[in-house]
């Protein structure tokens, strides 16, 4: 039995589903929102975008109690935090970083998609670039 069949024992499929369309809708825009954050006209904008779907996918993946991903999700969310109260220029280092997390989302939506066991975290994406010295 895989993630998506635990979660349909616990929850209405119905929320199942809701949350695998909506995870899906923003595990598929992030890289986008990464990319951008090299884009200095539209930083700003990019990085509340994750901050806010890294925020949906901590609540909702709390709710339904996908623990790994509830707490890499949490532990993204308070980064973009500490991004969002700087005005430096994002550095290359936290972007690569952040492309990572979002291959570690994606191949979540795969297992859950194809109901396997969610995907052990990759434990080099729990080592943070310097976000308090973002320079050029």
């Known amino acids: 039995m895989g993630v998506r069949s635990d979660l349909e024992a616990s929850f209405d499929f119905d929320i199942v589903d809701e949350f ?4 899906t809708m923003m595990v598929e825009s992030m890289e986008v929102m990464i990319i951008d ?3 200095p006209t539209i930083q700003r904008r990019s990085i509340n975008e994750l901050f806010r779907v890294f925020h949906n ?3 909702a993946s709390g ?4 623990s790994s991903m ?6 993204v969310e308070d980064a973009l935090e500490i991004l969002r109260a700087t005005q430096k220029p994002i550095t290359q280092e936290t972007i690569d970083w952040l492309l990572n997390i979002s291959d570690m989302f994606a191949k979540w ?5 194809f109901d396997n066991e969610l995907s052990k975290i990759n434990f080099s994406l729990l ?3 310097d976000l308090e010295q973002q320079t050029l």
């Open 63 to 66: 709710y339904l109690q996908l």
């Open 37 to 39: 954050l090299s884009k």
């Open 109 to 113: 939506q795969e297992d859950i998609k």
């Open 70 to 75: 509830n707490k890499l999700a949490s532990f």
């Open 20 to 23: 695998f369309d909506h995870y």
């Open 57 to 59: 996918i901590k609540s």
């Open 127 to 129: 080592k943070l670039p």
